[in-house]
């Protein structure tokens, strides 16, 4: 149960976190109208290809590319999004049927609960990791982008399965992807 707290047991706080973000969700959806949610599922579904309108250039990913962090925040976000949409439709379809009590229909989706907390938790570090580099002595900025590179990196390559079924990335992408962490252990090889 959500409710309760163990002291450490991170499963129970992830259920909380993912909690806090369906509420949020829910509050948007009734402050904002029909309209407003449906815009907002539109932004995030279409974002990638608005971004991008060059289907050729779309596909291919440069190290340039990879190495901007726009590229990770937008890929973060488009998953937390995603998972916690899939998320609300699952809770409401099961409720709905009058089958499951809420508490049931939650326990059903608990492997959809803990990793929409974990996605929404990557995202998180990722913002902060940006806002820490900003806040970095000079100097130090750009291991810091290398680093912050390498983890976001190895989080879409983590996640990669996800991101393909859901043709966020093309499978090109995916090799791309690879390459450049290889790469960026090769730059922090020699500082490690």
Same mark, same amino acid.
């Given at each position: 149960?959500?409710?309760?707290?163990?002291?450490?047991?991170?499963?129970?706080?992830?259920?909380?976190?993912?909690?806090?973000?369906?509420?949020?969700?829910?509050?948007?959806?009734?402050?904002?109208?029909?309209?407003?949610?449906?815009?907002?599922?539109?932004?995030?579904?279409?974002?990638?290809?608005?971004?991008?309108?060059?289907?050729?250039?779309?596909?291919?990913?440069?190290?340039?590319?990879?190495?901007?962090?726009?590229?990770?925040?937008?890929?973060?976000?488009?998953?937390?999004?995603?998972?916690?949409?899939?998320?609300?439709?699952?809770?409401?379809?099961?409720?709905?049927?009058?089958?499951?009590?809420?508490?049931?229909?939650?326990?059903?989706?608990?492997?959809?609960? &803990?990793?929409?907390?974990?996605?929404?938790?990557?995202?998180?570090?990722?913002?902060?990791?940006?806002?820490? &580099?900003?806040?970095?002595?000079?100097?130090?900025?750009?291991?810091?982008?290398?680093?912050?590179?390498?983890?976001?990196?190895?989080?879409?390559?983590?996640?990669?399965?996800?991101?393909?079924?859901?043709?966020?990335?093309?499978?090109?992408?995916?090799?791309?992807?690879?390459?450049? &962490?290889?790469?960026?252990?090769?730059? &922090?090889?020699?500082?490690?």
């Amino acid at each position: 149960d959500v409710e309760q707290t163990y002291e450490g047991d991170n499963v129970v706080l992830l259920q909380q976190v993912t909690r806090s973000l369906l509420s949020d969700l829910k509050r948007d959806m009734r402050s904002g109208g029909k309209l407003s949610a449906v815009l907002k599922v539109a932004e995030h579904e279409f974002w990638p290809y608005l971004h991008d309108k060059n289907p050729v250039k779309r596909r291919m990913l440069s190290d340039e590319k990879t190495s901007d962090p726009q590229f990770y925040q937008r890929a973060f976000e488009y998953r937390q999004f995603k998972m916690l949409m899939k998320l609300a439709a699952k809770l409401e379809k099961l409720s709905a049927s009058r089958q499951m009590t809420p508490l049931e229909a939650r326990n059903n989706c608990l492997d959809l609960v &803990i990793d929409t907390a974990l996605a929404y938790m990557h995202k998180l570090v990722l913002e902060k990791f940006l806002e820490g &580099i900003e806040k970095a002595h000079a100097g130090d900025r750009d291991m810091l982008r290398v680093l912050c590179s390498l983890y976001s990196l190895n989080y879409l390559e983590e996640n990669m399965g996800w991101y393909l079924s859901n043709k966020y990335f093309a499978p090109s992408k995916a090799d791309a992807i690879h390459e450049q &962490i290889l790469r960026l252990y090769d730059v &922090i090889r020699p500082v490690a």
